[in-house]
């Protein structure tokens, strides 16, 4: 029986075309857990999956889709059951083994992870990788503590940046967010946001590798100065979790804030992620992420809508979170 799915093919001549086709399940690629997805999501790997591949996709024809949650049909696997609502993220999953933009899919057991109780598939999709690394930092900066001035968010309006901004205000914290989009204030500020910051006012290197102590916290998509002007910003003895490099993988910065002010900073990294940890993340989003502001950042989309919405991602043109119904 045939079923929809997004195949990305490569030419002769290296371009990639993405189009929604029928294919079989003899297609998808062996593993020990089938499952009918329900929804899925668009990341900033999945723009690059969906498009040139970014060298993240190693055979065509290609399955992009880096999360999904939806139903167990069948598993070879003690550990699931056909009934089961599962969540995937991470495993390399959407670029190295086929993924979500598809009506099935078929992956290890060791990826999959129960539905955590208080979410539906949809708000899991609405969360995704982007919310999931969002909650991964979070917890981050909770386990090396949080110092009394306001958290700073670096890329406030994208996937992570929202989904941080709405844990941390009902956590009780001072969040200021960071954007180079003035339309997007009145979303930032609904979402919690206690203060805008202009991207241009922090985006650029200094000379002086230490300035005033401002902020208790940092969650950084961005790298890049960006980074480097934070670290020297930060209070003593806090942390910075470094979740994506939308500014560049460049670091043009000194050790001092290291060496004169305890600064940590933290690498986040939500691909191969421990059970455990996923599991506690997975939990903590059931209970800290509000989802009244988790609806607010939803923008739906079909299968049929996701070329475009690749290019516009790579572009910082998608702002919240996009599910994608692959039933629609």
């Not at 985006?203 to 300035?211: D, G, Q, S």
């Not at 939500?270 to 009244?292: G, I, T």
Request: hydrophobic share 45%; glycine share 12%; with cysteine.
């Amino acid at each position: 029986m045939s079923f929809n799915a997004l195949i990305v093919n490569k030419d002769d001549q290296g371009q990639t075309q993405a189009e929604v086709t029928q294919i079989t399940e003899d297609q998808l690629p062996e593993a020990e857990v089938t499952v009918a997805v329900e929804y899925s999501t668009v990341n900033y790997k999945d723009g690059l999956c969906i498009g040139p591949g970014g060298g993240l996709v190693r055979n065509y024809p290609h399955v992009p889709g880096i999360d999904f949650a939806g139903t167990v049909e069948t598993s070879n696997d003690e550990r699931y059951k056909p009934g089961d609502k599962v969540v995937l993220t991470g495993w390399r999953v959407g670029e190295a083994h086929w993924g979500g933009y598809a009506q099935k899919a078929r992956v290890k057991a060791d990826w999959l992870v129960p539905l955590p109780e208080g979410l539906d598939t949809r708000q899991a999709m609405a969360v995704g990788t982007a919310g999931f690394t969002a909650m991964l930092a979070v917890m981050a900066l909770e386990d090396h503590g949080i110092k009394k001035g306001p958290v700073l968010l670096t890329g406030a309006a994208g996937g992570v940046g929202s989904v941080a901004t709405a844990i941390l205000a009902n956590l009780g914290y001072e969040v200021a967010a960071v954007t180079g989009r003035p339309e997007t204030e009145d979303y930032l500020k609904s979402l919690g946001a206690a203060r805008i910051v202009a991207r241009e006012e922090i985006n650029e290197t200094v000379k002086r590798p230490l300035e005033g102590e401002t902020w208790g916290g940092c969650v950084d998509a961005v790298g890049g100065a960006m980074l480097a002007r934070v670290l020297g910003q930060m209070e003593y003895g806090a942390s910075v979790a470094a979740v994506g490099l939308a500014g560049g993988a460049a670091l043009p910065a000194t050790v001092i804030p290291f060496l004169l002010r305890g600064v940590n900073l933290l690498g986040i990294d939500s691909v191969m992620q421990p059970y455990d940890n996923r599991l506690r993340a997975w939990k903590r989003v059931a209970k800290d992420l509000p989802m009244d502001k988790l609806e607010a950042m939803v923008q739906p989309a079909g299968l049929s809508d996701l070329p475009q919405l690749g290019a516009d991602i790579l572009k910082g043109q998608v702002k919240g979170r996009v599910v994608v119904d692959v039933n629609a």
